[in-house]
């Protein structure tokens, strides 16, 4: 039987539900929209955010509070750069922090030139910095990262942990990534995922690596499915989609599947007795 074009059926627990985000407006986006070429100016070096970016992060932080998302987040994942640190701390990071508090921040205040206060690490999911999201590497300046020694200053509470290199060692000044090579990475970090327990997780990167790690799926289904998976993400934009291991790379057993168990005694089991009238058709 074709089922190409009808519903599909998983497990729960071999699916992730991941909240998609593009960073909010860096400064390198507004003459990037009007000039390509402006994204080689080294004035743009691992871009911060604008006042209007701002803005974005503000409304998406209302979005996913009102809408009920914030509860249900288990982890952010944030690329390495200082525009999509400051959008994953300013959406899905705790209140205002003071001096009082016994923990550390998310982010200092003014972190990146950005006129903010400091936010706090309370009542909210880890944010966990990956590399492996990066944008499209090498020859645009904006999209060379700091050293992470620079990052730990300004966001004290976000985990680093997993980053190999304080260095940039990934960005090329000559050598830019080829769509392939950044489709590949993308399926490399979706793939890494999986060796995450968390089963709710937001991504806040950037629009070339979702553009190009997005652009593999959606092949068996609707053209207006697949455009829905694949289409450009605006700024701040939050797209949630779930993603199915059909190759048993996770090992997570099911939490709310039940066996059915019916305790031994003269009659048999339902699924027995079903089973031998099976055999006699």
Same mark, same amino acid.
């Given at each position: 039987m074709d089922t190409s074009a009808g519903p599909s059926l998983f497990p729960l627990h071999? @699916?992730?539900?991941?909240?998609? $985000?593009?960073?909010?407006q860096g400064i390198h986006n507004v003459d990037g929209d009007k000039n390509y070429k402006a994204?080689?100016?080294?004035?743009?070096?691992?871009?911060?955010?604008?006042?209007?970016?701002w803005q974005q992060v503000d409304n998406l932080r209302k979005h996913v509070h009102e809408s009920g998302l914030s509860k249900r987040i288990?982890?952010?994942?944030?690329?390495?750069?200082?525009?999509?640190?400051?959008t994953a701390v300013g959406v899905f990071g705790g209140e205002g922090y003071t001096d009082r508090m016994d923990v550390l921040p998310l982010m200092v205040a003014n972190a990146g030139n950005s006129g903010r206060a400091a936010i706090s690490s309370l009542? @909210?999911?880890?944010?966990?910095? $990956?590399?492996?999201?990066?944008?499209?590497?090498?020859?645009?300046?904006?999209?060379k990262r700091r050293n992470i020694s620079d990052y730990q200053f300004l966001f004290p509470a976000v985990d680093f942990s997993l980053i190999e290199s304080d260095e940039d060692t990934w960005w090329k000044a000559d050598i830019r990534e080829t769509k392939e090579e950044l489709a590949a990475r993308g399926l490399k970090f979706l793939n890494w995922l999986w060796t995450r327990k968390e089963k709710e997780i937001a991504i806040v990167t950037h629009s070339g690596f979702l553009f190009h790690s997005?652009?593999?799926?959606?092949?068996?289904c609707h053209p207006l499915v697949k455009k829905e998976i694949c289409k450009h993400f605006a700024n701040c934009e939050l797209r949630s989609m779930v993603i199915v291991d059909r190759s048993m790379i996770g090992s997570d057993p099911s939490t709310t599947n039940y066996p059915g168990?019916?305790?031994?005694?003269?009659?048999?089991?339902?699924?027995?007795?079903?089973?031998?009238?099976?055999?006699?058709?």
């Amino acid at each position: 039987m074709d089922t190409s074009a009808g519903p599909s059926l998983f497990p729960l627990h071999r @699916c992730k539900t991941l909240h998609l $985000v593009r960073h909010a407006q860096g400064i390198h986006n507004v003459d990037g929209d009007k000039n390509y070429k402006a994204y080689m100016s080294p004035e743009f070096f691992d871009a911060h955010i604008t006042p209007l970016g701002w803005q974005q992060v503000d409304n998406l932080r209302k979005h996913v509070h009102e809408s009920g998302l914030s509860k249900r987040i288990d982890l952010v994942i944030a690329s390495p750069l200082l525009r999509t640190l400051q959008t994953a701390v300013g959406v899905f990071g705790g209140e205002g922090y003071t001096d009082r508090m016994d923990v550390l921040p998310l982010m200092v205040a003014n972190a990146g030139n950005s006129g903010r206060a400091a936010i706090s690490s309370l009542n @909210c999911p880890p944010i966990v910095a $990956v590399e492996l999201c990066r944008e499209h590497l090498g020859v645009h300046p904006c999209d060379k990262r700091r050293n992470i020694s620079d990052y730990q200053f300004l966001f004290p509470a976000v985990d680093f942990s997993l980053i190999e290199s304080d260095e940039d060692t990934w960005w090329k000044a000559d050598i830019r990534e080829t769509k392939e090579e950044l489709a590949a990475r993308g399926l490399k970090f979706l793939n890494w995922l999986w060796t995450r327990k968390e089963k709710e997780i937001a991504i806040v990167t950037h629009s070339g690596f979702l553009f190009h790690s997005l652009s593999a799926f959606g092949n068996d289904c609707h053209p207006l499915v697949k455009k829905e998976i694949c289409k450009h993400f605006a700024n701040c934009e939050l797209r949630s989609m779930v993603i199915v291991d059909r190759s048993m790379i996770g090992s997570d057993p099911s939490t709310t599947n039940y066996p059915g168990k019916i305790p031994s005694g003269l009659d048999h089991p339902s699924e027995v007795v079903d089973e031998k009238d099976e055999e006699r058709t």
